[in-house]
């Protein structure tokens, strides 16, 4: 409980784009604060995200252990085990976009295990800042703090919570979610009503108001109208999770609601161990000796107990190694309808907007009272219109267009946090499902809550076909978005403009055209790791899109470049079983590329494909390169047509020459 304001008791960290003032803050000699403008007028890093927070690896524990590895992965390597801890921070301050990334709530668990109390930033990502809230971690946008603390000056509480929807800003003073969740349960505390009149609205907020929990003891749905700041709880359809954040989650609810806790509508859970099937074959020998690979295997037993004991699905390890489907994947294929509410464990829960659906990732403590709520609480968040006309020329893709979306300055200064993307237009509904959802998946990218796309005949087809569904019931789920919805940004992209894309090392927002890109390196930028695969790129439409180049460059006696490691992994079983069906898997091994079964792998550094050093150079059709995301190297983004063409000549490529 928040009763009291805040007052410094230890020291501010600044985490500055310069390694060598990072360092002299850390030094053991050194017991007070810098001033910001001691620091010879240092820039703050922007962009850090929970990749640098927890390294993969450090999300096999969850526990106050967290603590000792807080912002290991900052690039530069300057931060060590317990630096944070033993350095008596109080405060942690950056720049733009602090906590982009993963949904990973061991993120700011960390910061807070370490002794961090208050971040401050430019710019905090939604659901890492939901995910502060949910744990006590107060955050701040504002820097006129940072003198007044240095002054002793003790900051009310209302400040960390003006500007907060009112659920967030109880959530605060309570202290986290579920000392809040324990009032609003009791009828201690009730939400503020909803009392927005009818309006027109967006296809996100329609379906929020459709879920919106009027009363919570009866379970009362349904919401005249919504509007962007709304804040309400929603009533879920689907809950998943997977191997890496169950037993976090499990950990909180047994903490938060006691031993016995029990699971609501069990029916609607589903578990994944989808994320560390091969993390045995690429874990270094030091993690090992740190007995990591133990503990990366004991999140997947804890989970299958959890599943177990609770009767739950669960979506295990395939008999030859692998998974049976990447979570995204699979929720897109075999459980989420047009119409639902959808909330996983991971930031690309959005993925399954393609079907028509309002799905988000959340945090471990969200997750965890969801299970025993079934709602999740929401800001109704602005919605950001992409409207997609005219036709890709040959070889532009989704992925291009999202790379290419990404860059705009909107996104890159943060503007697009927490919004909703909705994609139409003739140009979105003319790409096949696959591409499209790489459209959703990768809206996550641009700091958004979600994407989503109407679902049209096409889907209802899908659906119908994929799973034997009444085509007439699934149109009755179909939503539109209102004639005269508000938008709070409009972006207009005439699909015959855009020419294959790459993104630069460090963040997805850092897109720029291929044959600018190439002109710019005479000498060519030669790679050691061509990776086709993640939920992003391990689709149909993507072993499509493999196996045109490869087939191309064999009809030519041309294979995978020397020196060139090529992984092509799938993203679900069934798109292992069409990959077989057409053929593909023999062309793919024909050229040298090794297959791999579905799994997340390379995607978090837990599988075959993650480089090893940090002069390694990746190519890759997955969906985020921030530092330390799939190993130490650098990894460059570009489609599944760049991904396979860089393969075959040795260094990122257009696939031009293979496609004419």
Known sequence: MMDNGFRLRGRILYLTEDP???????????????????????????????????????CFYYDETLGRYCLVGLKGGVVERDSIRDGGFDVVVSGLSKGCGSSRETAPYSEKAAGIRLVVAKSI????????????????????????????????????????????????????LFAYNRKRLSGALTPPPLDTPARAMTLAEKIIARHAVTDAASGTLGAVAVKPGDALFVRTDLRFSHEY???????????????????????????????LTFIGEVMPEEKRKMGLLEKANGLAATQSDFAARHHLKLYGEAPEGGSEAICHNAVVEDLALPGEVVVG?????????????????????????????EDVRVKVPESVRVELRGAPA???????????????????????????????????????????????????????????????????????????????????????????????????????????????????????????????????VAIDIAYGGSCTGGKKADMDMYAAVFEAGLARGQRVAKGVECWI???SQSIRRYAESRGYIRIFEDVGARVLNPSCGACIAAGPGASKSPDHVTVSAQNRNFPGR???????????????????????????????
């Not at 699909?495 to 890109?517: C, H, I, K, W, Y």
Request: contains cysteine.
């Open 20 to 58: 060598e003032l990072l360092r002299q803050q850390l030094a053991p000699s050194l017991d007070e604060t810098l001033e910001l403008d001691e620091l010879t007028g240092a820039k703050l890093r922007d962009n850090i995200s929970t990749d640098e927070i927890t390294p993969g690896w450090v």
């Open 125 to 176: 990502e939604k659901i890492y800042g939901q995910n502060c809230q949910n744990i006590g971690l107060l955050t701040s946008t504002d820097f006129g703090l940072i003198p007044r603390l240095l002054r002793g000056e003790e900051i009310p509480a209302a400040e960390f919570t003006s500007g907060l929807d009112p659920i967030s800003a109880e959530i605060v003073r309570a202290g986290g």
């Open 245 to 275: 954040v169950t037993p976090m989650a499990e950990s909180l609810l047994r903490e938060g609601v006691g031993p016995d806790a029990k699971i609501r509508h069990p029916e609607r859970l589903v578990l994944f161990r989808d994320h």
């Open 345 to 373: 464990t991971d930031s690309h829960t959005c993925m399954a907007g393609v079907l028509g659906c309002f799905a988000f990732g959340v945090g471990s403590t969200d997750m965890a009272n969801a299970w025993f709520t």
């Open 394 to 524: 040959p070889g532009v893709t989704a992925k291009d267009v999202m790379l290419h979306l990404l860059s705009q300055d909107y996104f890159r200064e943060g503007k697009g946090i927490g919004k909703v993307l909705e994609f139409g237009g003739p140009g979105t509904l003319s790409f096949s499902i696959d591409e499209r959802a790489t459209l959703t998946n990768m809206s996550v990218e641009a700091g958004g809550t979600t994407g989503i796309i109407e679902a049209d005949e096409a889907i209802v087809d899908y659906l119908a076909k994929q799973r034997d569904l009444d085509k007439d019931d699934l149109r009755a789920r179909c939503l539109k978005s209102d004639a005269g919805a508000a938008y709070g940004f409009r972006f207009d992209i005439d699909l015959s403009t855009l020419r294959p894309m790459v993104a630069t090392p460090g963040d997805p927002r850092n897109g720029m055209e291929l044959e600018q890109f190439v002109q710019e390196k005479p000498t060519g």
């Open 569 to 571: 992994q799938f993203g």
């Open 630 to 660: 799939s190993g130490p190297g650098q990894v460059y983004l570009a489609s599944p047509y760049t991904v396979a063409a860089s393969a075959l000549a040795g260094r990122i490529a257009s696939a031009e020459p293979w496609l004419a």
